[in-house]
């Protein structure tokens, strides 16, 4: 399975971007599609995930304020970000897992992708 992740950039506080990740290859072979990120000095984290079924999961520092979808007919998942904060300034990964259920967990999902900066001023 190959990701390819799209939409970040420079955005100021308080900006709504919409991250995309496209999936291809035996997409048949993973069920959960996962945003995680990466900061400068800092391990990777989770953010957001979704199932097939479309039940999702969110850290406690984005939810509320991020919103995981996926277009299932095109294998894509979506991360829509609402009052981007400067803290959110990160690279961000989409992933994808075989796991039916909402996880958190990096080991847990088998592909990722090469993720995308997004840098948020203030």
């Known amino acids: 399975v190959q990701l390819q992740a799209s ?3 420079l955005v100021q506080a308080g900006g709504s971007p919409r991250l ?3 999936a291809s290859g035996r997409t048949f072979s993973v069920d959960a599609l996962g945003w995680f990120r ?3 000095g800092k391990a990777r984290d989770f ?3 979704i199932t097939n079924s479309g039940s999702a999961m969110y850290s406690d520092s984005v939810k509320g304020r991020f919103s995981i979808s ?3 007919a095109k294998n894509t998942v979506y991360l829509q970000m609402n ?4 803290e959110d300034t990160a690279v961000y990964y989409c992933a994808a897992s ?7 967990e990096p080991s847990l999902y088998l592909y990722w992708g ?3 900066q997004v840098t948020v001023s203030s």
């Open 7 to 9: 939409g970040g950039g």
């Open 20 to 22: 995309s990740c496209a």
């Open 38 to 40: 990466q900061a400068p």
């Open 47 to 49: 953010v957001a995930v």
């Open 70 to 72: 996926r277009d299932n």
């Open 83 to 86: 009052s981007l904060k400067p």
């Open 98 to 104: 075989r796991k039916r259920y909402p996880t958190a």
């Open 114 to 116: 090469q993720g995308t």
